[in-house]
């Protein structure tokens, strides 16, 4: 088949999430006409499918999402209308990640093993609806793969440069220190909330998580906002809110860095609020037969001898590492989610024949 044509056609779907503008649909009857089985999994809104074929050797999933992030404006094609102009498609979602899943499709067209698609449209969107769920539904019908390749654009500046065998966590907390409001010019009748906030977040810049190791960087704490809604220059605030994100490697937990936060501020003041979100623990796939398959296939095609590491954000593969063992490779990822996105025409050709070495290799 021709993975040109198929992901121009994923492209022309307006599959802002969390809407599916009819993405999966068109990719749900591309994999039925290759023998795969299909189980639609709505939760909620959120539209995903499971698809299966069964075949010789270990079984290989591919994870992907459908749903892109909004086009914004200044674009200079239309962000759904797939326009091809001197051998480059341009359109939102033509790099992350439409391209690399019309790549794998092409790929497993042309080549026998016991494949399967996991494929959600909550990626982009809060992750709480697709990939999770889809993964318990697997696990409770025994459908778990050997190995589960996320096609998310990992390569940096060419194509194969960069296969992720891993992610740092990431954590959101927001912390509310109470005061007294009170007149600038009668301290002692106040008790200011932003001087009691201001040590606590010296203090926790102040500390070093870690030196980061062979495949982490080291983790990182980030103020991202202090407010106090103070709109006057007289006013002694009477509460000052904080907000942190920090990426974390495998030295640590979520729950042990919440622990931390929560030790410092009692130290400060028992009496502040901490609310903690974590949005993924960090997770490494360690190196092993999965991981060189995926790797020689890439520098068999390629000719470049991928970087294994774990930098960037998060992605599905936080959840899917609980299950079995996962990696993420794909296209260059320098447009995504930027004004004309694009991929050129060779690169998806090119990608298209990685995954087919890989299929070949793995699926044995």
Known sequence: MDVVSLARELVRCNSVTPADGGAQAVLINVLENQGFTVTKLKYGEIENFFAE???????????????????GVGWAHDPFAAEEVEGVIFGRGAVDMKGSIAAFTAAAAELPGHISFLITGDEEGEAVNGTVKVLEWMAARGKIPDFCVVGEPTSQFQLGDVVKVGRRGSMNAVINMPGRQGHAAYPHLADNAVHKLIPVLAELVARRLDEGNDFFQPSSLQITSVDVGNPVTNVIPGAAT????????DAHTGAALTAWLREVLDRYEPEAALDVRISGEAFLTRPGREIEILAQAVESVTGIKPDRNTGGGTSDARFISRYCPVAEFGLVGATMHKVDEAVPIAELRQLTEVYKALIGAFCQ
């Not at 904080?242 to 490697?249: G, Q």
């Open 242 to 249: 904080a907000r942190l994100n920090i990426r974390f490697n």
């Open 53 to 71: 074929r069964p075949g010789p050797g270990p079984h290989l999933c591919f994870a992907g999402h459908t749903d892109v992030v909004p086009p």
